[in-house]
């Protein structure tokens, strides 16, 4: 009975650990609908005219056909204003006042420390670079991304100790001069776009509402199966994903209240977030996919002259401190309420190891503690099974033929022996929470990312390159088999030995973190369990 469940337990685990690993969980939308998406598109063509951006005249139409032509901009450079921060390195195209690169330090495209940092800016499409815009003026929607801008500084701003701007003019044909500026607070990667407009008579005005677009391009950087990577947000107090429908769709619309979205990968995101003084029931979000590789998420609100950009890394502290729900883009799953406080554990620990793997090793043990007065009932439940094992064979050659009677004597002798058949099997259970919400944890924090352990390994959120430790964690599977008492099953007996053959296949391509947590965590049982076993014997 002991050695079905936990049969059974090892290969549930299999089999969900398995299948996150080959077949990751298809992104759900519980915002909106199908249904909800065309109505939402009918109630906004009744309250919000969507800018249709001409290409050739950095124009767009509103409803009442109010244009005034633009110029056609000559194919000219603009120039380039390098935003040096001690968090990243920007640079902004004064041909729309695009962002061309956001580079950050402390992340590196690879572990050679040599290898440039790393650009969140992926869109190679010219002319479709991030934070391009259109603003509403007077009743008429101009595209910025065509408009050669003048900038007020020169090519490099150093972004230190207090906050800096910089601001961009462009003329427009009605006489009229468009102002786009970035806000840059310093130790930050948060940053504003403020729109405004400066009329003939020198009169500085805000503009009705504006639209903001993020480029992307489809990469990514990390390549993993078990995360999702792609179009976020947060709408009506709910994660939103595309749905697979909805994915096909060459644009869709999407209508608030949108406190954010933007484009998310494993460890970052980049998100165009709504004002906080505006009502966000006032924000409609377009996807829109240009080609296979590119697409272009744009998040628009009214009445409103500013929108905040985060650009950055995946960090639970730091997303929390902005206050618009952004921590939940990392992607926790089931047990996210456990998984988060021991990511901040880690971090804590590593704060004195100053070494991640080692921060690991510590965790493990005092999660082992934890559960230490549990485990403990399970190992002597499973002693005292050992011990009534010779009888349980007896039994079962005398009775084979009479399951019922058979049934009748094994639990006669559980009780007279005081053996509970299932008192192993709890312990287990309860943790199995724990474990899923570890392994989770271990596998989007970006605290791992390209952090060393010892010796060959080099990356903690990454496969061990020597398949040393799965396979060592499989040999501790293998040993803890062996000293898990028998049924007497050869069919079990035979299924079990296949385990650590399993688990060690699996493991061979997980993060060489949650290898180590597993590995430690095994050895650690293995010395519990001989430890009781031997004073079950003796007693």
């Not at 495209?109 to 290898?115: A, E, G, K």
């Not at 009677?405 to 929470?433: A, H, S, W």
């Not at 605290?447 to 010796?455: D, N, Y």
């Amino acid at each position: 009975m002991e050695k079905r469940t936990i049969l059974a337990i090892a290969l549930s685990l299999a089999v969900l650990l398995g299948f996150q690993y080959f077949f990751p969980a298809a992104p759900k939308n519980p915002v909106v609908s199908e249904n909800q998406v065309n109505t939402a598109v009918t109630q906004r063509s009744n309250q919000v005219v969507e800018p249709e951006a001409d290409v050739n005249r950095g124009q767009v139409a509103a409803t009442d056909q109010k244009t005034s032509p633009e110029p056609v901009i000559p194919a000219e450079k603009g120039e380039i204003v390098t935003i040096n921060s001690t968090l990243y390195r920007a640079e902004i195209d004064t041909l729309g006042g695009q962002l061309k690169s956001f580079s950050l330090k402390e992340y590196r495209t690879d572990l050679d420390q040599n290898s440039p940092d790393l650009n969140l800016v992926t869109s190679e499409r010219e002319g479709s670079y991030p934070l391009s815009g259109s603003v509403s003026i007077k009743g008429v929607w101009y595209n910025d991304k065509n408009l050669l801008f003048e900038s007020d500084k020169t090519q490099v701003v150093d972004l230190s100790g207090t906050p800096k701007s910089l601001q961009l003019k462009a003329e427009l044909s009605s006489g009229d001069s468009l102002i786009k500026e970035f806000v840059f607070q310093p130790e930050s990667y948060l940053l504003e776009v403020i729109y405004s407009y400066i009329d003939r008579a020198g009169v500085t005005h805000k503009v009705d509402s504006v639209k903001l677009n993020w480029a992307h391009t489809k990469d990514l950087e990390e390549k993993a199966r078990y995360v999702y990577s792609g179009v976020l947000g947060y709408i009506g107090e709910e994660l939103y994903k595309p749905s697979k429908k909805e994915k096909k769709l060459s644009r869709q619309e999407l209508m608030g209240p949108i406190t954010w979205l933007g484009v998310t990968k494993k460890y970052f995101i980049s998100a165009i977030i709504a004002p906080d003084e505006m009502s966000i029931s006032q924000t409609a979000g377009t996807i829109e996919r240009l080609d296979a590789t590119h697409l272009v998420t744009g998040l628009q609100v009214n009445q409103a002259d500013r929108v905040k950009v985060y650009i950055g890394p995946k960090k639970g502290v730091i997303l929390q401190s902005l206050g618009v729900h952004l921590e939940n883009s990392i992607e926790y799953g089931w047990f996210g309420v456990i998984a988060r406080p021991l990511v901040q554990m880690l971090h804590f620990f590593n704060q004195y190891v100053h070494n991640y793997g080692i921060a690991i090793i510590v965790l493990t043990i005092l999660i082992k503690l934890a559960f230490y007065p549990l485990s403990q009932k399970s190992y002597k439940s499973m002693g005292k099974m050992k011990l009534v094992q010779p009888k349980l064979a007896k039994l079962k050659e005398k009775y084979k033929d009479d399951k019922a009677r058979l049934n009748k004597e094994m639990m006669d002798l559980y009780r007279t022996n005081k053996v509970n058949p299932f008192g192993g099997c709890l312990p287990i259970v309860v943790q199995i929470p724990v474990f899923f919400a570890l392994y989770r944890a271990l596998m989007v924090a970006i605290e791992l990312r390209h952090a060393p352990f010892f010796g060959w390994i080099l990356d903690l959120s990454a496969k061990d390159p020597y398949y040393v430790t799965p396979l060592i964690m499989g040999a501790t599977m293998f040993l803890q088999q062996k000293m898990t008492p028998s049924t007497g099953d050869a069919m079990q007996a035979k299924m079990m030995l296949f385990m650590p053959i399993i688990f060690t296949f699996m493991f061979l391509n997980f993060p060489a973190g949650l290898v180590l947590y597993w590995l430690v965590n095994n050895v650690l049982s293995i010395g519990q369990q001989y430890m009781v076993m031997r004073q079950v014997a003796t007693s």
